[in-house]
Each structure stands twice: as C-alpha cells, then as structure tokens.
C-alpha cells in the first residue's frame, strides 16, 4: 500500500510558465518531506525538503507547500525551464529513518 | 568526487542464479539504502543500514539479502533470482537520517532476469 502518491503520471508546461506537481500522503508519522529529480539514467537527486511543522519552503525557483490537515503537499517550479525537463519524486521521511517515495511525475517544458 | 558508485551498471541473470550488487560510498555516511524503481511504483526500499554492522529491512525485502561489513559498503544480494526481480536497483546514502538532509544516489544497476 503506497503511503506517498503522485496522481499525475505526466506534465507539459510551456517554458516560462508555472510547473505544479502534487503530492498526497496517507501517514501522519511523516515528518519531513523531500522532493528529488531525475534524469534519464541517472540517479535521483535531491531537490527540496519541507518539515512537516512548516508550511512553506523556498529555494530560488522551487517553492514547496504543505497542507498537513489535507495531507497534501506541492511543488511550485517558476519560471519552467527546458533544463528541468526530469522526473520528479515526492517523498516523506518518517521517524524510523525511511524515506518512502511516490511513483514520480514526469515534467516535460515546452520552447 | 565519485560519491556513490554502483557495480555493476547492467547485468542479465538467467533465472536461479545469485549475483551481488555493490555499493560504495566515500562520504563517510552513516545511512545506507537499497531502493528498487518499477514503471508506475516510484522507489521501494529493499533494505537499509543506519551503520556498519547493521542492516534492516525495508518496504520489499523478500528475495534478497545485505551486509555492511564495512562503512563505505553495502552489498545487496539475490541467491536465486526470479524474472520478478527485473528492475532498476538504486543505492542511496546519507549523513543523517535522511529527512533533514539529501540522500546521495548512485547512478543505478539496470538488472534483467530471464
């Protein structure tokens, strides 16, 4: 049973435009929360993470948002980029050292 | 900097063989973690080490087995492998408990039962 979800299996967005990406989750335990990017044969890497006792964290164009009562968080990529064309996976720590993952959303950017 | 490194890149096992994968870091990270990446299932923990000597079991770990005799390594293996066992296996290592700091991945081991 998943705990971490990723809905949209896919998403287009024209460069310059707002990319979001969703992310449910099933467990309270969690409490941090991470997002990684991966290319075509390469590992994943890492991205942004969002404690569960903040609601909003930003790193230059990324921006995640968590809703603990919806148990739902977001990543906000402005402007998209050709170069951010990747999967990305959501993913939430819980206390017990593991990180559990979603299945990933792929981002394509469009000129 | 190599950072993890996984070996090897591509292997195809023919059922009922074992094979080890390793994994090496030199960040002197205490965490290590084997992930599996399946179409449609994001990556499931297989099994993880929050040091040397020590192993736990993660999400997926039937059909396979780990040791971490040494800080910088941890080895997963498949004693008999099954077609099911096909997929893209991802070692991952972290300072500290990974929520509150990045998990480093190595590039992946392409795996292929038949």
């Known amino acids: 049973d998943q705990q971490v979800k990723q809905n949209s299996p896919s998403l287009s967005v024209q460069e310059g435009r707002i990319s979001i990406l969703n992310c449910d989750y099933t467990?309270?335990?969690?409490?941090?929360f991470l997002w990684y990017k991966k290319y075509p044969a390469e590992g994943p890497t890492f991205l942004i993470s969002?404690?569960?006792?903040?609601d909003k964290n930003e790193d230059g164009r990324f921006t995640v948002f968590l809703n603990k009562s919806a148990k739902h968080l977001s990543l906000h990529i402005v402007p998209s980029q050709p170069g951010d064309s990747a999967v990305y996976f959501c993913?939430?720590?819980?206390?017990?050292?593991?990180?559990?993952f979603g299945a990933g959303t792929t981002v394509t950017v469009r000129a | 900097n190599a950072g993890v490194t996984q070996t090897p890149k591509f292997r195809v096992l023919k059922t009922g063989q074992s094979m080890t994968l390793l994994c090496a870091q030199d960040?002197?990270?205490?965490?290590m973690y084997w992930y599996r990446q399946d179409p449609g299932m994001g990556l499931r923990l297989i099994h993880y080490?929050?040091?040397?000597?020590?192993?736990a079991k993660g999400e997926v770990p039937d059909g396979y087995n780990v040791s971490r005799l040494k800080k910088q390594n941890f080895l997963l293996g498949l004693e008999s492998a099954a077609p099911s066992q096909t997929s893209v296996y991802f070692c991952?290592?972290?300072?500290?408990?990974?929520?509150?700091?990045?998990?480093?991945f190595g590039q992946g081991t392409r795996l292929t039962v038949v």
């Open positions: 991952a290592s972290s300072y500290l408990q990974p929520q509150n700091t990045e998990a480093f």
């Open positions: 467990n309270s335990m969690f409490d941090y």
């Open positions: 969002i404690s569960s006792i903040k």
């Open positions: 993913a939430a720590s819980s206390p017990n050292y593991k990180l559990s």
């Open positions: 960040m002197n990270h205490e965490y």
């Open positions: 080490s929050v040091g040397e000597g020590t192993t």
